[in-house]
């Protein structure tokens, strides 16, 4: 069983950066995929960013691509976010998951979730 904890969000201007951290406990995380995903009012979950286990390969959605990266330290086992030139649309809750292939954006390749991080983004 993995546990995973979301910290960093807050509210930021329009073209403002923030970053996003995720803590991971109770597996093996060197051996994981971690992914970030959101979830704006009214929306299905998305997909964001992720990254495989050894931090030598990363995906990215269309929205976000050459604004955010993601990165991971296995000797912390944590996982961050870092988010560049935010934008009013980038609002959301921002959650942090444990999968099992990093290749994969659908929500159910990922088996163990935060709780989430609130990212507001005002214009």
């Known amino acids: 069983q993995v546990q995973v904890v979301e910290s960093g969000g807050g509210l930021v201007q329009a073209g403002g950066s923030l970053r996003l951290s995720c803590a991971a406990s109770g597996g093996t995380f060197s051996r994981i995929a971690m992914g970030w995903f959101r979830q704006a009012p009214g929306k299905e979950r998305e997909f964001v960013a992720a990254i495989s286990w050894d931090g030598g390969s990363a995906v990215y959605a269309a929205s976000v691509k050459g604004r955010f990266t993601v990165s991971r330290d296995n000797a912390k086992n944590t996982a961050d976010l870092q988010m560049n030139s935010l934008q009013p649309e980038d609002t959301a809750v921002y959650y942090c998951?444990?999968?099992?292939?990093?290749?994969?954006?659908?929500?159910?390749?990922?088996?163990?979730w935060g709780q989430g991080t609130q990212v507001t983004v005002s214009s």
């Open positions: 998951a444990a999968g099992r292939d990093y290749r994969s954006s659908v929500v159910q390749a990922y088996d163990y």
